[in-house]
């Protein structure tokens, strides 16, 4: 079993920054993938930035140039730095985790992020 927990959510103003943190209860080195997605109300759930095998990244389009996806493998954290943040980026931000040992998905609670003047 393995425990996602996110922090760094909240309320801030468009142009403003936040940055995300998920801390895992287990080495993130052996992750097949670790990132983050987010999921805004009434749409579907949706890949924002991604750490896949190797550490290679994979950012969505709408967050290229303004989100950085970086990691410390020694306490096993990834965070998520947003920055010239836009009301459209308003969602919760979920933390995933897919270990090559375990073969599953492992998901935190979310944290909010709310972009409004």
């Known amino acids: 079993q393995v425990q996602l927990l996110e922090s760094g959510g909240g309320l801030v103003q468009p142009g403003g920054s936040l940055r995300l943190s998920c801390a895992a209860s287990?080495?993130?080195?052996?992750?097949?993938?670790m990132g983050w997605y987010r999921q805004a109300p009434g749409k579907e759930r949706e890949l924002v930035a991604i750490?896949?095998?190797?550490?290679?990244?994979n950012y969505a389009d709408s967050v290229k140039d303004r989100f950085t996806i970086s990691r410390d493998i020694a306490k096993n954290t990834v965070y998520l730095q947003m920055d010239s943040l836009k009301p459209e980026d308003t969602a919760v931000y979920y933390c995933?985790?897919?270990?090559?040992?375990?073969?599953?998905?492992?998901w935190g609670k979310g944290t909010l992020v709310t972009v409004s003047s």
């Open positions: 995933r985790g897919n270990w090559a040992a375990y073969g599953v998905d492992y």
């Open positions: 287990r080495s993130i080195l052996s992750t097949n993938v």
């Open positions: 750490f896949t095998s190797g550490g290679s990244t």
